[in-house]
């Protein structure tokens, strides 16, 4: 008899909208999208939860859409976090090897050596990512295990958040009766959900361009080399055409989304759009190079503030394979061509890989970073499942042998 999927549930929440998307992983670990819904985002401000209630309505409803497209019940999920409290530094830990031969043990302890960083009490660390190790000076090595040495070194990169903001958002997802398995970083999540391997391998920035955020997260060689995030994003966009158009938010949004472009040189003079006034007056005719005019000037701010955080990290010098743009912003019109004036670099929109099923609803970059939880859930399970062959029982019983010679 067949064994019945394992479901995986990504609860992605962002300043302008909270996802949930959930996910069957077949036996031969296929991820099949069964279930999607999304809410507009009322509780948070720059990624961080600013409003208890209104939070959690929006999870609940995000919640009820997946559950009624899926026909199954959500319980757990894998949350994001995002937000400007988030911040990475890179960490090096050195240890001696116990019995001539890399062991976890040796792995994990260097791990530990790594993390042993002072950070401040209301800090805590979300993520500890391996970038390589080094056995007696022999530095690139990707998996360590059972190769003989003396000297173990790793070099990783250690992502910490605010402890409130985290439990904030266990917080709120309790309150909608479902546990939180963990939580992932936002771009890193996206990461997996639209980056190659190739892109990663040769350097590559992923660039998820949010309401309240730009979080941006820089791989070499198969690993984090540098995260960051920038206080502003798509919703400084739309104010700025509220304030320039003199035209409510909601109206200034739907017309950035339907009308809005980056760069002004694609806009033809002759262009023109219907914009609501405010007070019940009469709607105004424009043109649409006013609107190019306001728009292009806040998407350069964005990337230029991007490239001084890249250049002051010396993370520029990675990026091979150019940028990939996610998140909602990405999809505004002339923004990949901004961005290739701005870092002279190829710049692609990243759109969602790796699942089947309902794929073609979350095709849209603004669903990367729930497509990466649900691949990095279904990833996480399939570390955590039983021993299933010899090999497995062996490794076991010498990693038991190695912690009695290590203990005793």
């Known amino acids: 008899m067949a064994s019945k999927p394992n479901i995986v549930v990504g609860l992605d929440i962002g300043t302008t909208n909270i996802t949930v998307l959930m996910a069957a992983v077949q ?60 911040k990475g530094f890179n960490s090096h830990g050195i240890v001696g090897i116990k019995s001539r031969e890399v062991s ?3 792995t994990e302890k260097v791990i530990e050596a790594a993390k042993a960083v002072a950070i401040p009490l209301d800090r805590e660390v979300l993520h500890v990512l391996p970038q390589e190790y080094i056995i007696d000076e022999q530095d690139g090595i990707k998996e360590p295990l059972g190769i003989s040495g003396v000297r173990l070194e790793a070099k990783v990169h250690i992502i910490t958040g605010a402890v409130a903001s985290a439990q904030n958002v266990v917080k709120c997802a309790n309150r909608c009766g479902l546990s939180v398995k963990d939580i992932v970083l936002s771009p890193l999540a996206a990461s997996t959900g639209v980056l190659a391997p190739e892109e990663q391998e040769l350097g590559v920035a992923l660039v998820d361009i949010g309401g309240g955020t730009t979080d ?17 994003g798509g919703n400084h966009i739309t104010n700025d055409i509220a304030a320039g158009l003199r035209t409510p938010l909601s109206a200034a949004e739907e017309i950035k989304c339907r009308y809005g472009t980056g ?15 405010t007070g019940g007056r009469q ?14 000037p806040r998407v350069s701010e964005i990337f230029t503030l991007l490239q001084r955080e890249l250049v002051r990290s010396g993370a520029d010098e990675y990026l091979t394979s150019g940028l990939v743009l996610t998140g909602g912003c990405s999809k505004l019109k002339g923004i990949c061509q901004v961005a290739e004036q701005t870092f002279n670099l190829p710049v692609r929109v990243g759109y969602t890989r790796g699942v089947t099923g309902l794929n073609d609803l979350v095709y849209d970059p603004e669903y990367a970073a729930a497509v990466g939880l649900v691949i990095f859930g279904a990833n996480s399970q399939e570390r955590s499942r039983p021993f299933s062959s010899k090999l497995s029982i062996g490794r076991f019983i010498r990693n038991v042998g190695n912690w009695f010679s290590e203990h005793f």
């Open 283 to 296: 709607p105004r005719v424009l043109s649409k190079l006013v609107l190019s005019e306001i728009i292009e």
């Open 263 to 277: 760069l002004s040189s694609q806009v033809s003079q002759d262009e023109t759009i219907e914009v609501p006034s």
């Open 104 to 106: 976890h043990i040796d």
């Open 216 to 232: 941006v997260i820089v791989w070499h060689n198969g690993a984090v080399k540098h995260t960051a995030v920038l206080s502003v």
């Open 27 to 86: 036996p031969e670990g296929k991820i099949e999208v069964i279930g999607v819904g999304s809410s507009p985002s009322k509780g948070l401000r720059k990624g961080v939860v600013i409003n208890i209630e209104a939070t959690v309505d929006s999870i609940s409803k995000a919640v009820t859409q997946a559950e009624t497209m899926a026909g199954q019940e959500v319980s757990s999920v894998y949350a994001s976090i995002s937000g400007s409290h988030i």
